[in-house]
């Protein structure tokens, strides 16, 4: 067993901002672990522009952005374990799968930081054909930015979120024909400007309100997938398709060793210092719900700092948390708890998991006490601010959408 103070899982922008920062207030013993072979995280396959503007004033692909936040941790000292995979975690001790056997660390304080990835087909219920074709985006582009290969000629995107009118992009970097981008809902689950982009630049046509029903073909070669719309069936010919957005934590590793899990985000409850209802252990950047962009997980990460500073040096100071629940219309909310140590400006932020118009209501102890009018898209954040009410450790706060 090897002991360290500081054991960061996860070298993607949140985890190695948070390094870095660690190492700029003078921490020295901090381990990053990382299952990949190369660290950097998400945005090592992201092969295009549009990451670094915030962090450092410069536009970057996401591999020589993955690449500079790598360098600069390596230029501190930072240790980063590469292949190593966190596999279990027992009181404070975290163990590793690695090449050379398991390892296993104690660690003063650890900190989660995953990441997360887009649901794949199996969780997606579409029957038909099983076929090496049906891919995320992910890993469309680790063939095209990384492997330098097209897995397909000619495929449809399922999912209308940001993600997805990237992998036309990305697509189109290895010469892949994109059909149609099909979205189940009535409205695309991104800025509506982007149906008009795709379909007048790209020649992509945007269909939305279709169901997929079936991906066909024989044996592993696909032929077509059949989609519906109001009963009337449409079939399109691809070899390929890929499964986009829908993004969710990374967090199966924290379902079986978290006794408390929060399924609303599938992830740790965490407050507004990132700590999880374990007192030595912290989450940050999207392990904490669905994918939100690099900078600000790189942001948060930098943030937290502070926090595992305050934690190591007040190790009297004990949590005072109090959950917050959401009911079955909010997609994630983040923080999840709230510390009553430390003051904020923010009860916490969430996405519904709809487009809706109304109110978001915040009670405590069955009172309402807040409310907010909404007409928001899936994708557009909403801030609850601070409550007017003091709120003490057994109090019970509650949030839920009225449309
Ligand atoms: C397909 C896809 C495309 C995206 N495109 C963009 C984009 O264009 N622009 C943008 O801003 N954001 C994009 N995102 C969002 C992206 O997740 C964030 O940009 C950012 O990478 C999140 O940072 P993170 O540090 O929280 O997680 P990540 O960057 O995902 O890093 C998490 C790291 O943890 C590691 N890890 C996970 N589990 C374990 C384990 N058990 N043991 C050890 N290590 C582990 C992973 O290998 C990974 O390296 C995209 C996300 C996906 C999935």
């Known amino acids: 067993m090897k002991k360290i103070q500081i054991a960061i899982v996860g070298a993607g922008p949140a985890g190695l901002s948070l390094a870095i920062e660690l190492s700029n207030m003078g921490y020295s013993d901090v381990v990053v672990f990382e299952r990949e072979d190369e660290a950097g995280g998400t945005p090592r396959h992201c092969g295009h522009l549009g990451f670094g503007i915030f962090e450092f004033y410069r536009l970057l692909s996401g591999p020589n952005y993955a690449k500079k936040l790598v360098e600069i941790a390596l230029s501190k000292n930072i240790t980063i374990k590469l292949k190593h995979t966190l596999i279990n975690i027992e009181k404070n001790n975290l ?23 887009e649901t794949p087909r199996p969780s997606r219920f579409v029957s038909g054909t099983r076929s090496p074709n049906i891919i995320t985006t992910g890993a469309l582009q680790r063939f095209v930015y990384m492997q330098k290969c097209a897995p397909f000629k000619n495929a449809v995107i399922i999912g209308s979120e940001v993600v997805s009118f990237s992998a036309i992009m990305s697509a189109k970097h290895a010469g892949i024909k994109i059909k149609a981008i099909i979205e189940e809902d009535e409205n695309l689950n991104t800025f509506n ?11 992509t046509p945007v269909k939305v309100g279709y169901k997929v029903l079936s991906i066909n073909g024989e044996e592993k070669n696909i032929q077509s997938v059949t989609i519906s719309k109001n009963g009337i069936e449409e079939i399109i010919e691809c070899d390929g398709v890929i499964f986009s957005g829908k993004f969710t934590p990374e967090s199966a590793i924290l379902q079986e060793n978290f006794k408390d ?19 030595n252990f912290f989450a940050v950047g999207n392990v904490l719900r669905g994918a939100l962009t690099a900078f600000k997980c790189y942001f948060e990460g930098k943030k937290l700092a ?9 190790t009297k100071l004990n949590p005072l948390h109090v959950k917050i629940q959401c009911d079955e219309n909010i997609q994630w909310y983040s923080p999840s708890l709230v510390d009553l140590n430390y003051p904020s400006k923010t009860l916490t932020n969430l996405r519904i998991n709809k487009k809706a118009t109304g109110k978001i209501i915040v009670s405590l102890n069955d009172n309402d006490v807040y409310s907010k009018d909404i007409n928001v898209s899936t994708y557009t954040n909403i801030k609850i ?17 009225e449309s």
């Open 95 to 117: 163990t590793f799968s690695t090449t050379d056997g398991l390892e296993t660390y104690s660690a003063q304080k650890t900190i989660l930081a995953l990441g997360a990835r």
């Open 193 to 203: 400007i982007l149906k008009p982009i795709s379909e007048l630049f790209l020649k």
């Open 261 to 279: 899990f929060n399924h609303t985000n599938n992830s740790v409850f965490v407050s507004q210092i990132f700590q999880t209802t374990s007192k």
């Open 306 to 314: 502070r926090f595992i500073d305050d934690s190591l040096k007040n």
């Open 385 to 401: 601010p601070r409550l007017d009410y003091p709120i003490s450790k057994n109090d019970n706060v509650k949030i839920r959408l």
